[in-house]
């Protein structure tokens, strides 16, 4: 019990980490210094890791994984598509 709430803090603030970089994105309307590769690397291993967590939650284990690794592939490609959208209007 007490490792499954240490992951699902430790996911939530790594989900939540995330944040700032949106908000100076939105704020600054600027990605000139941020490496599309780079993200989208980050994106596909969250998405493979959601695989997973997808594959313990049907075998009845792992829900709190999957809620963080949710979070964290949400905001993750939040980040990817504003990127893509200030990169293309630049």
Do not use: C
Request: no cysteine; proline share 1%; hydrophobic share 60%.
């Amino acid at each position: 019990m007490i490792f499954g709430l240490m992951q699902l803090i430790g996911g939530v603030i790594l989900a939540l980490g995330w944040i700032p970089q949106i908000v100076q994105i939105v704020r600054t309307r600027s990605v000139a210094d941020l490496n599309l590769k780079t993200y989208l690397l980050i994106l596909l291993g969250i998405s493979l890791m959601e695989t997973y967590a997808v594959h313990l939650v049907g075998s009845g284990v792992g829900i709190a994984f999957f809620v963080t690794n949710t979070l964290s592939l949400l905001v993750v490609l939040l980040t990817v598509l504003l990127i893509l959208w200030y990169k293309n209007r630049g």
